[in-house]
């Protein structure tokens, strides 16, 4: 009952973040230098043009009427055309959305892969050589950043050994899956090695810990003590950390995305950007802010399984 609870006050509370998220995403669009209009007819748009573009985009309305359309328009589902592509933000997110999004799902699931069994081994035999030789090798992935190792891993393992397509995307799921798995790599070599150190330190904080020795002390097997005791609690701050990562993340498959030739939201982002396309770029930043929101609320949902304290 009182994780049920916890959920309601969770998703009140998203209803004030959304609302200021409506904000910032108006203001920020509108503080983009240049307009729409000059980036639709070039440089050698002539005053009279421009005033004209703007007023059939309604961008020569004061900003506070500018906003309550948005406002209007959003709670309607109505996200607006997109001023360059001339098709409607709605379908432009629906298809290029669950691109970023299966993308970010398998470098998540593959930085979980590699951090959780990694982290375990290395708390597990801390100072040895397999700790150290765990840590440096992430610590290499870390340091560089994410567009120079997807360029690695894309000349080595694409353009020199063939083993993985060079760009795009493909067609059919699992087509889809190998197209995306360098690019996803990519992404969760970084995230891995954050997960990997926070997961070890709190796995080590949890086995000395004094209910870890009163479960020893009971006769617990090493097994059961490792993944009921130990495992459940030292997650917890990891799981927390995965949640605020999944917005850097959302980041990194932005400049990945761009390198890998891959059709994405964050591409079309950078693309909306450069064209002061307004409607794309306030539609696409919504839906991620909403995806973004989303996850926090799952990661705080299953926190407070592991742990019944954080819903009260």
């Known amino acids: 009952m009182a994780l049920l609870s916890f959920i309601a006050r969770r998703l009140l509370q998203l209803i004030p973040t959304l609302a200021f998220i409506l904000v910032v995403i108006f203001v920020l669009v509108r503080l983009l230098p240049g307009d729409p209009a000059s980036a639709?007819?070039?440089?050698?748009?002539?005053?009279?043009?421009?005033?004209?573009?703007?007023?059939?985009?309604?961008?020569?309305?004061?900003?506070?009427?500018?906003?309550?359309?948005?406002?209007?328009?959003?709670?309607?589902?109505?996200?607006?055309?997109?001023?360059?592509?001339?098709?409607?933000?709605?379908?432009?997110?629906?298809?290029?959305?669950?691109?970023?999004?299966?993308?970010?799902?398998?470098?998540?699931?593959?930085?979980?892969?590699?951090?959780?069994?990694?982290?375990?081994?290395?708390?597990?035999?801390?100072?040895?050589?397999?700790?150290?030789?765990?840590?440096?090798?992430?610590?290499?992935?870390?340091?560089?950043?994410?567009?120079?190792?997807?360029?690695?891993?894309?000349?080595?393992?694409?353009?020199?050994?063939?083993?993985?397509?060079?760009?795009?995307?493909g067609n059919g799921f699992f087509d889809q899956l190998y197209h995306l798995f360098l690019p996803a790599l990519t992404l969760a070599l970084s995230l891995a090695a954050i997960?990997?150190?926070?997961?070890?330190?709190?796995?080590?904080?949890?086995?000395?810990?004094?209910?870890?020795?009163?479960?020893?002390?009971?006769?617990?097997?090493?097994?059961?003590?490792?993944?009921?005791h130990v495992l459940r609690n030292a997650l917890i701050s990891t799981i927390n950390l995965f949640g605020l990562q999944v917005g850097t993340l959302l980041g990194g498959a932005v400049i990945t995305e761009t390198v890998f030739a891959i059709p994405g939201a964050g591409r079309l982002m950078i693309e909306s950007i450069y064209g002061r396309d307004y409607p794309v770029v306030q539609g696409l930043t919504l839906a991620l802010a909403v995806v973004v929101s989303l996850t926090f609320l799952l990661t705080d949902i299953l926190q407070a399984w592991l742990d019944p304290r954080v819903a009260q």
């Not at 000395?208 to 020795?213: F, G, K, P």
């Open 40 to 169: 639709i007819l070039g440089d050698r748009a002539r005053d009279a043009d421009v005033v004209r573009i703007n007023a059939e985009l309604g961008l020569d309305q004061p900003l506070p009427v500018q906003f309550l359309v948005f406002v209007k328009n959003i709670a309607t589902g109505d996200f607006g055309n997109s001023i360059h592509l001339k098709v409607s933000v709605a379908s432009l997110i629906a298809d290029r959305l669950p691109v970023t999004l299966m993308l970010t799902i398998m470098a998540a699931l593959i930085a979980l892969v590699l951090s959780v069994p990694l982290a375990f081994v290395a708390a597990t035999r801390r100072g040895r050589l397999a700790d150290n030789a765990i840590r440096g090798s992430f610590q290499v992935g870390l340091s560089m950043p994410v567009f120079y190792v997807g360029l690695i891993l894309l000349t080595v393992f694409g353009a020199q050994l063939h083993w993985f397509p060079v760009g795009g995307f």
């Open 195 to 228: 997960l990997m150190r926070n997961l070890r330190a709190a796995i080590i904080g949890v086995v000395d810990a004094e209910y870890v020795d009163f479960a020893r002390a009971k006769g617990l097997r090493s097994r059961v003590i490792m993944t009921r």
